[in-house]
């Protein structure tokens, strides 16, 4: 099974790919969608979503990051996977899933997936604008308002020369709803391809990802918000480690928070902090007293300090075999 860490713009940033790829076995990374309007992109662009350019395309932790482009214009799309592949990104990756109205205006992401032919397209001028040995890979939802479009867009980024084809089961209607995941709606496309296919959508432990893998017929995952509920999700589903205790996730995000503020983008991250909470919440209940008192700091050095207190508490407890509220 090979287990690939999902793209989340705003979330998944170039040090959490890093703290995920240092604690988990994941074997591929994708950026944040670097949005691709009608120009070619200056080099900082790409440099400053993927920093690992500068590091053989690679985190520390040696785990490869894809550079992944959104955006319509074929043309655009070629000329600007061209510049990320001669900066050294190991593939590129297309967004044809994004469901946000921002990007649904510019004809970007999920948008795309309404004419499978546009797919086609800018997947084959990438293709061909790309050394053939890099891997173009593609990202789809099942379809926009339905999933009776979803062999013929798999089959659109396929013919177009994708390497693999990545499959959220939900359609862009759907958003993000739970009960909406339909794993077996992959089955018959990972089937009929000869592409490899990978399924995500909605993993959040060991039990979802082997469901998923029966019943989407792939082999390989791709984790998204499980990845930041239980930050060693990968280790997880692949059985070498059980999930993190909370202990063991505080202390995990006090070492975040000390190398966040030394890095440049440290205004942002008592919101960082707090968003990557909203997930773990998820996942850990016991975080939530916790959570209360934290939602109201604003400091930077006031967060990192109750994150450590919390860590001594939460083992001291775990250590007692008490329960952490
Ligand atoms: C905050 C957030 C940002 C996302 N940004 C991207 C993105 O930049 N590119 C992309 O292809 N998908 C993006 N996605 C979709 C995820 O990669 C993934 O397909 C989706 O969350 C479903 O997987 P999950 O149920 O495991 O979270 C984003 C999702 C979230 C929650």
Redesign the pocket.
């Known amino acids: 099974m090979r287990v690939i860490l ?7 940033d170039p040090l959490m790919r890093q703290v995920f790829t240092e604690i988990n076995n994941y074997d591929l990374c ?4 670097v949005r691709v309007v009608e120009q070619r992109l200056p080099e900082k662009v790409f440099r400053r979503l993927c920093p690992e350019l500068d590091q053989g395309g690679k985190t520390l932790a040696g785990t490869p990051v894809r550079v ?1 482009l ?1 955006g319509q214009h074929p043309q655009w799309m070629a000329e600007n996977a061209a510049i990320a592949a001669e900066l050294g990104s190991p593939g590129i ?1 297309l ?4 469901p946000a109205k921002s990007v649904n205006r510019s004809n970007g ?1 999920a948008v795309m997936l309404k004419t499978p032919e546009q797919i086609h397209q800018v997947v084959s001028q990438v293709r061909a604008a790309v050394p053939a040995h890099l891997p173009v890979t593609a ?1 789809v ?1 099942l379809g926009w308002d339905s999933g009776d479009r979803a062999m013929e867009i798999a089959d659109a980024a396929a013919s177009g020369g994708a390497a693999e084809l ?1 499959i ?1 089961a ?1 359609t862009k209607e759907d958003g ?1 709803r739970a009960e909406r ?1 339909d794993w077996p709606a992959i089955a018959p496309i990972a089937k009929a391809l000869t592409i490899p296919v990978i399924a ?5 432990n060991r039990a979802d990802a082997l469901a998923c893998q029966q019943q989407s017929g792939c082999e390989d995952i ?6 930041l509920a239980v930050p060693n999700l990968a280790n997880v589903v692949r059985g070498t480690e059980s999930a993190y205790s909370w202990s063991q996730v505080a202390a995990l995000m006090a070492d975040y928070a000390e190398r966040e503020i030394g890095g440049e983008k440290s205004i942002y991250f008592p919101n960082r902090v707090k968003q990557w909470l909203r997930y773990i919440l998820m996942q850990y209940p016991q975080a939530e007293p916790f959570f209360v008192e934290l939602r109201v700091l604003r400091c930077v050095d006031a967060i990192v300090e109750l994150l450590k207190r919390e860590q001594e508490r939460a083992f001291e407890l775990e250590q007692r075999g008490e329960p952490v509220f």
């Open positions: 999902a793209p989340m713009e705003g979330v998944m994708v950026t944040e969608f992944q959104l990756d967004n044809f899933g994004c992401g990202k939802r990545v959220h939900r993000y995941i995500n959508g909605e993993i959040w791709m984790l998204g918000r499980g990845a």
